[in-house]
């Protein structure tokens, strides 16, 4: 299982090779959302985000590997656990809560379950996912109470995740993002009809071998946000084959990592290209 610590380790020796690694924002418990960078930060700039979906774990060491072997000039940022809490909530259940009202709450919430190995929200119940400001609270599955997915939050960017997420974004304004979940093997360019640069989805569907489908009955994604108010090239790469479980992710990383191997580079000669 790859934990915060594994991560801290590993942001260490990205440090240590000579990238920047620092903190974008906290989250709701107070944990720190870490982003480390690499390339030349001029000019266009890729920025990759794992992890938002608490289960989806697995993703983190995927977006870290792939910053590990990038060499590339153009800047890449890389934020491999954009929902720390939840991540905890998964891996370690309520120990991870000190907060006994926090841990009734959530306990209700997960129906009296003390197993949240399926839990994709954060510590609030907020399916992060589904909080940015695209359409919020438009999506078949959306819900409008607390609940371990789905549930849009009280108003769009209402997490402190989604917002140092959107803040960060807003800040760097990068010309490609690249949202990691799991899973399915599958990628989601654009928004509705917005789909800017469709040769880029293209080609990282012929490298990874997953096919490229344009959003349907999404809203209120991180990616749904990005392409509507950037006009970019936002993809969601969903990893991992649907029949494995989420832990399966991380023990078959090799495989999903030799399909994603390629995506940085295609990123960054894209933006070379075209920006
Ligand atoms: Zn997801």
Known sequence: ???????????????????????????????????AVKGDLGGG?????????AR???????AVRMLQAYSGSVGVWCVPMSNPDGIMLAQYGLD???????????????????????????ARAVDLNVNFNAKWGTGAQNVTYPAPSDYIGAYPRSEPETKALCDFTERIQPSVTLSYHAKGNVIYRGFECINPY??????????????????????GGYKDWYVTTAYKSGL????????????????NLDIVYDANRQVLDICARFVQDNM
């Open 45 to 53: 700039q890729i920025f990759m985000q794992a992890a938002i979906h």
């Open 236 to 251: 969601t790469i969903e990893v991992g084959d649907s029949q494995w479980s989420y832990p399966q992710i991380q023990d």
């Open 96 to 122: 991870s809560v000190s907060d006994a009202a926090q841990r009734d709450f959530l306990l209700q919430v997960n129906g009296g379950s003390y197993d949240f190995s399926m839990w994709k929200a954060n």
């Open 1 to 35: 299982m790859y934990s915060i610590d594994d991560l801290d380790a590993d942001l260490a020796l990205l440090a240590q090779s000579g990238a920047r690694v620092f903190t974008i924002g906290y989250s709701f418990l107070g944990r720190p959302i870490k982003c």
């Open 198 to 219: 469709p040769q880029l989805a293209d080609e990282i569907s012929l490298s990874t071998g997953y096919p490229a489908y344009s959003s349907a009955g999404s809203s």
């Open 56 to 62: 989806e774990w697995a993703t983190a060491p995927l």
